[in-house]
């Protein structure tokens, strides 16, 4: 599967934004889709997944209640919205799948198929 991430950019402190993950082919039922990012000088950290048949959502602890994932299944394509950004929120955001249902916390190396990122800068 292809995957293409979009909809980042620069957004005031307090802002949103919606990432979207577009695949090249039907998820449901055959991939797990996470998000992902990476901060300048920081390790890729897994921030929120949906698995396979979409009955189980992950947040990493802090997340839930600014970030919420859904999917589309007819348009093939998961979203992450963002609300309530802050500065410490900036990083390029990568959406990735993965033919396994996932562990958590998560982790790069579960999944396959990775998007090319998309950058989040949150600053006034």
């Known amino acids: 599967v292809q995957l293409q991430a979009s909809g980042g950019g620069l957004v005031q402190p307090g802002g949103s934004l919606r990432l979207s993950c577009a695949a090249s082919?039907?998820?449901?039922?055959?991939?797990?889709i996470a998000w992902f990012r990476q901060a300048p000088g920081k390790e890729r950290e897994g921030i929120s997944s949906?698995?396979?048949?979409?009955?189980?959502?992950y947040y990493v602890e802090g997340m839930q209640g600014r970030f919420t994932i859904s999917k589309d299944n007819a348009k093939n394509t998961v979203y992450l919205q963002m609300n309530s950004l802050k500065p410490e929120d900036t990083a390029v955001y990568y959406c990735?799948?993965?033919?396994?249902?996932?562990?958590?916390?998560?982790?790069?190396?579960?999944?396959?198929?990775w998007g090319q990122g998309t950058q989040v800068t949150v600053s006034s």
């Open positions: 990735a799948a993965s033919s396994w249902e996932v562990s958590i916390p998560l982790r790069g190396a579960d999944f396959e198929f």
């Open positions: 949906i698995t396979k048949s979409v009955s189980s959502i």
């Open positions: 082919e039907p998820t449901l039922g055959r991939y797990a």
